[in-house]
Structure formats: C-alpha cells, structure tokens
C-alpha cells in the first residue's frame, strides 16, 4: 500500500473518530493508533521496545 493510500485512510479513520467520538473520540484513536503503530514497528524490526523499556543500565 502506498504512502498515500495509507494517509487517506487514517484521514478518513479520524473524520469518522471526531464526528462518532467527538474529540474524546480523537484523543482514543489516537492513542491506540499510536500503540498500534509502535507494536507494528517492532514485530517489523524497526523498532526495540525491549530497549525502551529496559532503560538505562
């Protein structure tokens, strides 16, 4: 799927956040979204969780 492919269907997934939702609506699909994404790109590789969560040592 294309970059812009991918932007018109999370443009059209918060219109329909905000205007079902409200903006307590678009504040959830947001954060899960977000979630979503961060857990996509570590089972992709792209990103370590383990890493962040870990800290410091």
Same mark, same amino acid.
């Given at each position: 799927m294309n970059h812009t492919?991918?932007?018109l269907? &999370? +443009?059209l997934? &918060?219109?329909f956040a905000v205007i079902l939702g409200g903006?307590? +609506?678009?504040?959830w699909?947001?954060?899960? +979204?977000g979630l979503g994404a961060a857990l996509g790109?570590?089972?992709?590789?792209?990103?370590?969780l383990?890493?962040?969560?870990r800290g410091r040592e």
């Open positions: 492919r991918t932007g269907i &999370l +443009g997934a &918060l219109a903006w307590a +609506g678009l504040f699909a947001l954060l899960f +979204g790109a570590h089972l992709d590789g792209r990103l370590d383990r890493a962040l969560l």
